[in-house]
């Protein structure tokens, strides 16, 4: 059974660009978190979905950030005209619709020059 | 709203010996569970030991263990036998358990700001 899959591992985007983050969930697994890390800090919630529902965003910034979770295909967190302060390792998490316990995935560090 | 406090930024341990690293929350909730996660310098953020709050009993697994003390909201990790693949951030997590239909955090993890951890040959 494969881990939880995040890529791409490192992306590099310029100011004002957009990044794409992906999250594959390992089978079996319905519901996925994202989280934040910046330098030097613990891991922030954003945001968590199950299949095509967005079931709490309360840790998602209002603007340019976004997620969905598909019915068919990965997670994806999305971040519009990306900024120097969007620098940060973004973590992927998912768990199965009975348990309590989350696998995070290898993380995507977003750099933005 | 709940937190997760790691009053040790720092702390380093001679291989084979013991170390504990401190963890205290705050929360008004009767039902929860706690974890530690370990992150290693690859990054990747593993799960070390997980306790139900409803459980008297300290989790435990091979060279790590908690001293879960509810009524002081504590939960501290015991290395034993340290090694040096033991070097890595340690990080305290508070979740409450997943309630559909709650309008609150349902089952996200809230994590202390972590331990780095050397351990030294």
């Known amino acids: 059974n494969a881990g939880v899959m995040q890529n791409p591992r490192h992306l590099v985007r310029r100011r004002g660009q957009e990044a794409r983050l992906r999250c594959s969930p390992m089978?079996?697994?319905?519901?996925v978190y994202w989280y934040r890390q910046l330098p030097e800090e613990g891991l922030k919630f954003m945001v968590y979905?199950?299949?095509?529902?967005?079931?709490?965003e309360s840790g998602m910034p209002k603007e340019r950030f976004s997620a969905e979770f598909p019915k068919e295909g990965p997670s994806i967190l999305r971040i519009q005209q990306v900024v120097r302060g969007d620098s940060a390792a973004y973590f992927c998490?998912?768990?199965?619709?009975?348990?309590?316990?989350?696998?995070f995935g290898p993380g995507t560090r977003l750099t933005v020059t | 709203a709940q937190t997760v406090t790691q009053s040790q930024p720092e702390m380093s341990v001679q291989e084979a010996e013991t170390v504990t690293l401190s963890c205290t929350y705050d929360?008004?909730?009767?039902?929860?569970?706690l974890f530690w996660y370990k992150q290693p310098p690859s990054r990747q953020m593993i799960l070390v030991i997980r306790q139900e709050a409803y459980k008297q009993q300290n989790a435990t697994e091979n060279r790590f263990s908690v001293n879960f003390q509810k009524a002081a909201k504590s939960f501290s990790l015991k290395i034993s036998d340290s090694q040096l693949g033991d070097t890595a951030m340690y990080f305290c997590a508070f979740m409450n358990p997943r309630r559909p239909n709650y309008g609150g955090s349902q089952g996200n993890l809230i994590f202390g700001k972590g331990t780095k951890l050397s351990v030294k040959p």
């Open positions: 089978k079996g697994h319905s519901h």
């Open positions: 929360t008004s909730e009767n039902n929860y569970y």
């Open positions: 979905l199950q299949k095509e529902n967005i079931i709490d």
């Open positions: 998490a998912s768990s199965p619709p009975t348990q309590y316990e989350q696998y």
